[in-house]
């Protein structure tokens, strides 16, 4: 291996054309947007400094980006809410508006995660149109954050929105697409399908592991995409946290059997969102995951909400080539 992708995740802390190209003066290869919480057709100013920056530092652009999928998000709150633990929170119609499937499904004893984890609930009464809750972990939650019962779900494989970002992706110059939650081949071929409808054959499909179905459907997930991304947000999230290094090392192993490109990302710097310099288990975090054989590493909200994006990335960059010397 003599090289691997180095992704940021645009927002508001580097969305200016000066912060961008001082991110590809350090390394950076490819940028991430989430839309999740953007549309392309409202990123035009943030995609235009990306290329502008691109173009003066000489690379060619990559935009990866990252659909709703399957993945259940909270809507509109007026402010953030902060929880502490031992209070109690009503989810649904009396309280924090959240998708109608949450209600209808969850049972007395669930637990429920909010905020890629960090917020977690325990049902305590369904009243039919809302949950009554006990605040397990406390937080501070804020809009559109994800909210997962840990088990599999079989929500559509894309939502009305993702078929309208899937159709506006050639005009904006989208390189790769990441699909969130992908339980199958079907998924897949759902989405490879909707690229082929919009004329984006060249537009890679990055298959988001972050769930147990999905690891369970490794073997077969692989032939369907051009990377693996091991999303251990939500991966984390469906298992007890002590398997989930288990489970990474696992899913690279079996990338590397079969020759498949991979991913690692999620928290990789994440105290770097408030500090100027990570923390010595995440530095070697990443460089663990370049000697597991990462084809990408990618930093999230490191860059996008970050204190300090262009340090964060250089350290993403410094850390992995220091892995690279090794295996080189």
């Known amino acids: ?80 809410i902060g929880f502490k633990s031992g209070e109690f929170a009503i989810l649904g119609k009396k309280g924090i508006p959240v998708p109608s ?31 009554l809750c006990e605040v397990v972990h406390g937080g501070l939650l804020q809009s559109k954050k994800n909210i997962a019962i840990p088990r599999d779900n079989m929500n559509p494989t894309l939502t009305h929105r993702d078929y309208v970002n899937i159709k506006a992706a050639i005009n904006y110059g989208v390189t790769g697409v990441m699909l969130p939650f992908v339980r199958g081949k079907e998924d897949l071929i759902t989405l490879k399908e909707a690229l082929l409808k919009e004329n984006g054959q060249g537009i890679k499909i990055y298959a988001k592991l972050e769930n147990i179905l999905g690891v369970k459907k490794l073997t077969e997930i692989i032939d369907y995409c051009d990377e693996i991304v091991i999303a251990r947000g939500d991966l984390g999230n469906s298992m007890p946290l002590w398997e989930l290094p288990r489970i990474q090392k696992n899913i690279s192993e079996i990338c590397r059997s079969k020759g498949k490109h991979f991913m690692v990302v999620t928290q990789m710097l994440n105290s ?4 100027p310099v990570p923390t010595r288990a995440e530095v070697l975090d990443i460089y663990n995951a370049v ?19 262009i340090a964060a990335m250089e350290y993403l960059i410094k850390t992995a080539e220091e892995a690279l010397k090794r295996i080189n």
């Open 101 to 131: 499937c949450i209600i209808s499904t969850a049972e007395v004893g669930e637990k429920i995660l909010l905020s890629d984890g960090l917020i977690e609930f325990y049902v305590k009464e369904n009243q039919g149109d809302s949950l």
């Open 291 to 309: 000697l597991d054989g990462a084809a990408s590493v990618m930093l999230t909200g490191e860059t996008a909400q970050g204190k300090y994006p």
């Open 1 to 80: 291996m003599n090289r691997i992708n180095y992704y940021g995740t645009l927002g508001p802390a580097c969305a200016s054309f000066e912060t961008l190209l001082e991110m590809f003066k350090v390394g950076m290869t490819g940028i991430r947007l989430n839309l999740s919480h953007v549309d392309l057709k409202d990123s035009g100013e943030w995609l235009d400094n990306y290329n502008k920056a691109a173009t003066m530092a000489g690379m060619e652009p990559e935009l990866l980006i990252d659909l709703e999928g399957p993945e259940l998000r909270i809507g509109n709150l007026k402010n953030s």
């Open 272 to 275: 770097m969102i408030e500090n």
